[in-house]
């Protein structure tokens, strides 16, 4: 029977790399994995910092168990160039830091200790995707994600392939490829069993082969009183794989949905009926540490998706990402597009056959995942290349023909070989470029972009981000029309039924090349910021979730007489899903219904109040004295929400807020804690720059510098265990707020 254990810890790190040392132990730095190569600052820094070679290295012991048996170790994902010796002895190497790659160890062991050694390079390799050009994100160096110890018997189990039919009927069917590796070559003769079960682990059906080859294929049918995988509830069944052989027993698991997906050219259908995407671009880098983050940071970005942003899919730009963040996804009903690496750059032949691997990698890893609805075969924003892309469509059809294909382009009438035609859509912002004649356009229509005469599949991939970067403390009037921006493209997609939805770039800031950004290495294309503490432009996908879901109402404004342009508060957009929304100002009292006239597609438009509704006299203009404001969302007819707004925002409380009240103490659990400087009505201050201190007592970590500045109001930073359990107190403290303390403990071990 095979044993999977974690391998990340009590690694020895140090700099460089060179082959003739790769068999002797080096000296460094004892690290556990995830692990970033170099810690980087928050912003301006040298991003070449990191773009050379790495040395990890441990120490695995023989152990009784490994006689006669398959001894390998997993890698999840390596940034970027690895290559893995054993005693000095070169094993494998791989060359893409997204996918995982196996390194096989066995008749290599020798009594005694045995000297792991693996080089990673992260320089920006032309050969591998998706370098050679420049890409607008950092791929940081190191082992950023899981390494395990695998154990199995001679003749194993590789993979297996989940496969639904009919279900829709209420007879479904599933069909289970198995893979068997049977690296020795070994003669053998063997029976495979698949056992599926309910969440609940209850037998439901199960099906028998016999095998003395590499696969076999086995299928259960006539599966009554089944749920379906959907958005709103999605329920997982898990497929059991059992192997007997002649050599040994084996058992892999792997949870699936019943649900069908489909882009037509009449929008998407999610399980047959229409549903409208509304989604978001995710990069997988968080502040200091770039890419190396583990479970509970990676379910948390998933979590504040689809609960905070009431998201129902992401796009995995540019890149596939973190097993633990797509585990989440299904479990939680987050729809994903998930891509191949690459921005822009197609390179030379070899180049190009890594990127057709990186196609095989990603689809063999993910199939079984419900929530992946389309795969992404192109490399973001590039040129045609008809050959390329033939066969990486044709590989991704052979692979997986349940799935649609997508190639997400910026350049109009591309030549259309994917199932799907999605496309980057800047074009609202070009209505201020020189020339232009073109008015304020939210999205082209689907023929001028396609270059087709007829409809096909169509989905808005990106938009927004770069035409408009936004900043969480900049001026109330841009970051109003970085909501406007988001609310049209939006509405747009809502009122065009061929368009599937609209992917919106992006959920949070990022760091990136000096080629991009605002010159400080930050991007400022998130509706969040780094920290993922929400812009004023989050609460417009927040806000169309249904009330029942949550009651959103957010006024864009910080409620000033003087932050605006002129003066005032108006044109004041309130985002909500409230039927209407009533502002008290001092003795006046207005209620006001959604803007229909100006966003009449979006399931909920916002409260957009102007001078139709307040004269210049009845808010008073620049000399007259501000009032206290009181907003209220009505449901029919009834208060629902109330948020009060002062005249004279004073700084009062020091808020410290973490995301879990626990962490586990193995494999560099984490828990990201946010800070706000609040007034006397608990608002945030928006404009308030002071720094704080962080003492961190306990078995746990600061991630970054110990003193952080707010910006916009707030600031943030993750703690991680050191695998010891016990009490952590946080103490925040601000020279004119005071100490704010938060007490977290970390227990047991995470569970996988």
């Not at 190497?93 to 000297?115: C, I, S, V, W």
């Not at 037509?264 to 995407?277: A, Q, V």
């Not at 504040?304 to 796009?315: F, W």
């Not at 192109?378 to 997508?406: C, K, M």
Request: proline share 5%; charged share 25%.
């Amino acid at each position: 029977m095979r044993s999977v254990t974690s391998f990340n810890d009590s690694w020895i790190f140090s700099e460089g790399f060179a082959a003739a040392e790769a068999g002797k132990p080096l000296a460094g730095t004892t690290v556990s994995l995830p692990h970033n190569a170099v810690e980087l600052p928050f912003n301006y820094f040298d991003e070449t910092s990191y773009q050379r070679a790495f040395s990890y290295q441990k120490v695995l012991p023989w152990r009784a168990e490994f006689a006669e048996r398959e001894v390998s170790l997993v890698f999840d994902a390596a940034m970027a160039d690895a290559v893995v010796y054993l005693n000095g002895e070169k094993i494998i190497a791989h060359r893409d830091g997204y996918t995982p790659f196996e390194a096989r160890l066995t008749g290599k062991l020798r009594q005694g200790d045995n000297l792991i050694t693996v080089k990673i390079d992260g320089s920006e390799n032309p050969e591998i995707p998706p370098f050679g050009g420049r890409i607008d994100y950092l791929t940081y160096a190191g082992i950023y994600r899981d390494v395990w110890l695998k154990i199995t018997d001679p003749v194993s189990i590789a993979n297996i392939k989940i496969e639904t039919r009919d279900v829709l009927s209420d007879a479904k069917s599933v069909t289970v490829g198995c893979d068997l590796a049977n690296p020795q070559g070994l003669s053998f003769s063997g029976t495979v069993t698949a056992l599926l079960r309910d969440a609940e682990g209850e037998l439901l059906a199960e099906a028998v082969g016999e095998s003395g080859g590499e696969s076999v294929t086995l299928e259960m049918s006539g599966l009554t009183g089944l749920s379906l995988w959907d958005v709103d509830n999605p329920v997982l069944y898990q497929v059991e794989v059992q192997l007997r052989t002649d050599h040994g027993r084996d058992l892999l698991s792997s949870r699936f949905g019943f649900r069908t997906a489909e882009f037509t050219t009449e929008g998407f259908r999610l399980n047959g009926r229409p549903l409208k995407i509304r989604g978001l671009n995710r990069h997988q880098s968080f502040p200091y540490v770039g890419y190396a983050m583990g479970q509970s940071a990676q379910e948390r970005d998933a979590e504040i998706l689809k609960s905070a942003l009431h998201c129902n899919l992401v796009r995995t730009s540019h890149y596939p990402q973190s097993k633990w963040f797509l585990d989440h996804c299904d479990r939680i009903g987050l729809l994903v597009f998930e891509e191949i690496p690459g921005w822009q750059h197609i390179g030379g032949e070899a180049w190009k056959e890594e990127a057709i691997q990186n196609v095989r990698r990603m689809i063999e890893r993910d199939w079984n995942h419900p929530s992946i609805v389309i795969w992404g075969v192109r490399i973001n924003e590039s040129q045609d290349s008809h050959d390329f892309y033939v066969e990486t469509n044709r590989l991704a059809r052979e692979l997986d023909p349940t799935r649609q294909t997508g190639g997400v382009r910026y350049i109009t009438d591309s030549e259309f070989l994917e199932d799907v035609y999605t496309m980057n859509d800047f074009i609202l912002g070009n209505e201020e470029l020189p020339g232009s004649n073109r008015p304020r356009t939210a999205l082209r229509p689907q023929e001028e972009c396609t270059g087709l005469s007829r409809k096909v599949p169509y989905l808005i991939t990106e938009f927004g981000g770069h035409m408009y970067p936004t900043k969480i403390y900049d001026q109330e009037q841009r970051q109003a029309e970085h909501v406007r921006r988001h609310l049209e493209v939006l509405n747009a997609a809502h009122g065009s039924p061929s368009t599937s939805g609209a992917i919106g770039w992006c959920m949070f800031d990022y760091n990136t090349h000096k080629d991009f950004g605002s010159g400080d290495r930050i991007c400022y294309h998130g509706v969040m910021d780094m920290f993922r503490e929400p812009k004023f432009a989050a609460y417009v996908y927040a806000s169309q979730c249904d009330p029942s879901e949550a009651v959103v109402m957010k006024p864009v404004t910080f409620w000033a007489r003087g932050e605006r342009n002129i003066g005032g508060v108006l044109p004041l957009i309130v985002l909500t899903n409230c039927d209407e929304i009533e502002l008290r100002y001092g003795s006046l009292t207005k209620r006001v219904g959604p803007d229909r006239q100006n966003f009449p597609h979006l399931p909920h438009a916002p409260v957009v109040i102007d001078h139709r509704h307040f004269t210049k006299d009845e808010l008073g203009v620049w000399g007259m004295k501000w009032e206290d404001a009181a907003f209220t969302g009505f449901i029919a007819g009834k208060p629902v929400v109330t948020l009060h707004m002062v005249a004279d925002p004073v700084p009062t409380t020091l808020e410290v807020e973490a995301d879990s009240e626990t962490l586990h103490a193995e494999d560099r659990d984490s828990v990201r804690v946010i800070v706000r400087a609040l007034d006397q009505v608990g608002n945030i201050l928006p404009f308030l720059n002071d720094a704080v201190d962080i003492a961190v007592e306990g078995p746990a970590r600061l991630i970054g510098p110990d003193r952080i500045v707010f910006q916009g109001g707030s600031t943030g930073f993750w703690l991680e265990s050191t695998g010891k359990t016990g009490e952590v107190v946080v103490t925040v403290t601000s020279a004119r707020l005071g100490s704010a303390k938060l007490e977290l403990s970390v227990a047991g071990a995470a569970s996988a």
